[in-house]
């Protein structure tokens, strides 16, 4: 049982993620990052508790003491994580269908994210700005859907690096008989193209390199659309979902 199910029943118990370091010994100062949420937002007092957790798969329970301090009540491993580690692989996309993937990615279990850019991509390039909102988005969705981990999202690679071991490319316009996703064994990555889909050229590098082709079936879906469903797929055929 998580810290978060052992927990005071009468009210909300807050969770945050705060850096690791900040969560040793027995008792410590709130930390910084999450002050003006505690204290001016929420209103937290003292003798209230929390959960903290450190973004790599332990949280902390605490109580909140005169001055700004933490004690520790209990220590332990969270339990809001899939035992499937799903990684999804996603083109760059326009607008703001990365932040949907982002979030309600996070919130379905998808351990990380993989941004590539390919042949069709519209938006070619990231910025550093952009990185640093979808990495809030997935820690803010990561405390609200109690997961013990914050998805890990990095800067965009070429599409050529994403064709790892383990990997299913999701083919909407499949011509040559490809398995539906859900009549394999749950893969650990998902390669998702862009609003255009994949090149002929890109295909074939993927076969090349080993990579298994599936389908979600007739439908096409729109581009942000897909990371959810395939992860919703997996995450139900490995036991973790629904």
Same mark, same amino acid.
């Given at each position: 049982?998580?810290?978060?199910?052992?927990?005071?029943?009468?009210?909300?118990?807050?969770?945050?993620? /705060?850096?690791?370091?900040?969560?040793?010994?027995?008792?410590?100062?709130?930390?910084?990052?999450i002050?003006?949420?505690?204290?001016?937002?929420?209103?937290?007092?003292?003798?209230?508790?929390?959960?903290?957790?450190?973004?790599?798969?332990?949280? /902390?329970? +605490?109580?909140?003491?005169?001055?700004?301090?933490?004690? /520790?009540?209990?220590? &332990?491993?969270?339990?809001?994580?899939?035992?499937?580690? #799903?990684?999804? +692989?996603?083109?760059?996309?326009?607008?703001?269908?990365?932040?949907?993937?982002?979030?309600?990615?996070?919130?379905?279990?998808?351990?990380?994210?993989?941004?590539?850019?390919?042949?069709?991509?519209?938006?070619?390039?990231?910025?550093?700005?952009? #990185?640093?909102?979808?990495?809030?988005?997935?820690r803010?969705?990561?405390?609200?859907?109690?997961?013990?981990?914050?998805p890990?999202?990095?800067?965009?690679?070429?599409?050529?690096?994403?064709? &790892?071991?383990? &990997?299913?490319? #999701?083919?909407?316009?499949?011509?040559?008989?490809?398995?539906?996703?859900?009549? #394999?064994?749950?893969?650990?990555?998902?390669?998702?193209?862009?609003?255009?889909?994949?090149?002929?050229?890109?295909?074939?590098?993927?076969?090349?390199?080993?990579?298994?082709?599936?389908?979600?079936?007739?439908?096409?879906?729109?581009?942000?659309?897909?990371?959810?469903?395939?992860?919703?797929?997996?995450?139900?055929?490995?036991?973790?979902?629904?």
């Amino acid at each position: 049982m998580g810290l978060a199910a052992a927990g005071t029943a009468r009210v909300t118990l807050h969770r945050f993620f /705060v850096e690791p370091a900040e969560l040793i010994g027995d008792a410590f100062p709130l930390p910084a990052s999450i002050d003006h949420q505690v204290t001016r937002v929420l209103r937290l007092r003292d003798g209230e508790e929390l959960l903290l957790l450190d973004g790599l798969g332990a949280e /902390v329970l +605490c109580r909140l003491e005169p001055g700004g301090r933490l004690r /520790v009540v209990a220590r &332990g491993e969270s339990s809001g994580e899939p035992h499937h580690r #799903l990684t999804i +692989c996603q083109a760059l996309l326009k607008g703001d269908g990365l932040e949907r993937v982002v979030q309600q990615g996070t919130e379905l279990g998808v351990a990380a994210f993989r941004l590539f850019v390919s042949e069709r991509c519209v938006v070619r390039q990231l910025s550093p700005g952009r #990185l640093d909102r979808l990495k809030a988005i997935a820690r803010e969705s990561a405390e609200q859907s109690e997961r013990g981990v914050v998805p890990e999202i990095d800067p965009p690679v070429p599409f050529a690096s994403v064709l &790892g071991p383990g &990997g299913v490319l #999701l083919f909407e316009r499949a011509q040559g008989g490809e398995p539906r996703l859900s009549a #394999l064994e749950p893969p650990t990555s998902l390669i998702i193209g862009p609003e255009g889909g994949f090149s002929p050229a890109e295909v074939e590098a993927a076969r090349q390199a080993g990579i298994q082709m599936a389908t979600l079936g007739p439908r096409i879906l729109r581009a942000e659309s897909v990371a959810l469903a395939a992860a919703a797929v997996v995450l139900s055929r490995a036991g973790d979902f629904a």
